[in-house]
Antibody
Framework: QVTLRESGPALVKPTQTLTLTCTFSGFSLSTSGMCVSWIRQPPGKALEWLALIDWDDDKYYSTSLKTRLTISKDTSKNQVVLTMTNMDPVDTATYYC?????????WGQGTLVTVSS | EIVMTQSPATLSVSPGERATLSCRASQSVSSNLAWYQQKPGQAPRLLIYGASTRATGIPARFSGSGSGTEFTLTISSLQSEDFAVYYCQQYNNWPRTLTFGGGTKVEIK
């Protein structure tokens, strides 16, 4: 059974760095073809893909956000970590992690992050 | 960067009727296109991948078609549980990126 769960702070202040952890089970990120992405969704708005890390530790980022994002994995812990620097109120959103290479077949339930002073 | 445009933004349909949702890519994405359903307070659910293949457990009333830049999601006979927001998503091989469309809300007429 594949599951993913996001964890991290619910509230961050402007200019701070956000660190989110995706803890998963039911698959290994060392298996060829496996990838985990981060996606976010501001309240009432559309989904936005942020970053992807693959089984070979290759990392890919949204063009518009790549200067602020870092994705990494700890295969032994079955975790993927996303950091986003210089947080702003417009970054308030539900952040999801999801598994997939071409399409995203399993998603976490999401974690709401509010950016406010 | 590939831009995905969905239309219409809102689709009003009566239960039992057919719904047709469109997704257009700013450049060819071949068949690297997926569709998701999202209900309020829930994570998206994968419906279709590879433009036309239903994901595991997805009812046959959902079908996807298209390739290149034009794609369609059809719900043949809307059930009450199908009223939701639908997103398309493309996958680009190099650089490896994903892009979502802006979504189509299917509401009860």
């Amino acid at each position: 059974q594949v599951t993913l769960r996001e964890s991290g702070p619910a509230l961050v202040k402007p200019t701070q760095t956000l660190t989110l952890t995706c803890t998963f089970s039911g698959f290994s990120l060392s298996t060829s073809g496996m990838c985990v992405s981060w996606i976010r969704q501001p309240p009432g708005k559309a989904l936005e893909w942020l970053a992807l890390i693959d089984w070979d530790d290759d990392k890919y980022y949204s063009t518009s956000l790549k200067t602020r994002l870092t994705i990494s994995k700890d295969t032994s812990k079955n975790q993927v970590v996303l950091t986003m620097t210089n947080m702003d109120p417009v970054d308030t959103a539900t952040y999801y992690c999801a598994r997939g290479l071409y399409s995203l077949d399993y998603w976490g339930q999401g974690t709401l992050v509010t950016v406010s002073s | 960067e590939i831009v995905m445009t969905q239309s219409p933004a809102t689709l009003s349909v009566s239960p039992g009727e057919r719904a047709t949702l469109s997704c257009r890519a700013s450049q060819s994405v071949s068949s690297n296109l997926a569709w998701y359903q999202q209900k309020p307070g829930q994570a998206p659910r994968l419906l279709i991948y590879g433009a036309s293949t239903r994901a595991t457990g997805i009812p046959a009333r959902f079908s996807g078609s298209g390739s290149g830049t034009e794609f369609t999601l059809t719900i043949s006979s809307l059930q009450s549980e199908d009223f939701a927001v639908y997103y398309c998503q493309q996958y680009n091989n190099w650089p490896r990126t994903l892009t979502f469309g802006g979504g189509t809300k299917v509401e009860i007429k």
